[in-house]
């Protein structure tokens, strides 16, 4: 059975600062990985889809990386600001992690 | 297209009663997906169809729910005999999957959600 586990599961950063997002997964026969933002209250919206024959994959100042073979992810956001704030997730497939719940302060 | 859409965003019921639930995926979509998302988890994964055949259904779903697609286009989930552990956000999220012409599996797309249904069991 598949088990996503993302860390940490808050961040507090300054704007500014670059930071990096952990999704460690367990069965590392996936089609692909997900990352997804959910503000409070809402919807999932999609950032980045990395199809495992990717190692990562980059939208504006997000980058996801993919390393199959460790059953790992890690989603970097460069140059974090106040709107970047929100709950990031992973998703392998059909199986989420909890989600890292971030928060940058002006 | 305007994207993945859910009917109704809210519902309020009382302990017992039934409940139905409706999703419209996007148009091209050949998968949808449901999910349940209690406050602080992500969404956990409930059943999904591929065309109008459902194809996993979690464990963890008691009897009482039940799903349908059955045009392999909108989808219900309905909840009979409903509890106040049923009180959640309900998603639906639908992709395009891409098979071999052997029929198998080679990869899916972007899941794209809806805005959830909220249920409240009161």
């Known amino acids: 059975k598949q088990e996503v586990t993302q860390i940490p599961a808050a961040l507090s950063v300054p704007e500014g600062e670059n930071l990096v997002l952990n999704c460690s997964f367990t069965d590392s026969a996936i089609y692909n990985l997900q990352w997804f933002r959910q503000d409070p209250g809402k919807g999932l919206t999609s950032l980045l889809l990395i199809q495992s024959s990717q190692r990562e994959q980059t939208s504006g100042r997000l980058n996801a990386s993919l390393d199959k073979s460790s059953g790992r992810s890690t989603l970097y956001i460069a140059a974090s600001q106040p709107g970047d704030s929100a709950t990031y997730l992973c998703?392998?497939?059909?199986?989420f992690g909890a989600g890292t719940r971030l928060t940058v302060k002006p | 297209d305007t994207g993945v859409s859910q009917d109704p965003r809210h519902k309020i019921t009382k302990r017992g009663q039934n409940v139905t639930f409706r999703c419209d995926p996007i148009?091209?979509?050949?998968?949808l997906y449901w999910y349940r998302q209690t406050l602080g988890q992500g969404p956990e994964f409930l059943t999904y169809?591929?065309?109008?055949?459902?194809?996993?259904k979690s464990r963890l779903l008691s009897d009482r729910f039940s799903a349908e697609r059955p045009k392999g286009s909108f989808s219900t989930l309905e909840i009979q005999r409903t509890e106040q552990g049923d009180s959640a956000m309900y998603l639906c999220?639908?992709?395009?999957?891409?098979?071999?012409?052997?029929?198998?599996?080679?990869?899916?797309?972007?899941?794209?959600f809806g805005p959830g249904t909220r249920l409240t069991v009161l």
């Open positions: 148009s091209e979509h050949n998968r």
């Open positions: 999220a639908s992709s395009l999957a891409f098979f071999w012409a052997t029929g198998s599996l080679l990869s899916t797309d972007t899941q794209y």
């Open positions: 169809f591929q065309n109008e055949a459902q194809l996993e």
């Open positions: 998703a392998v497939v059909m199986r």
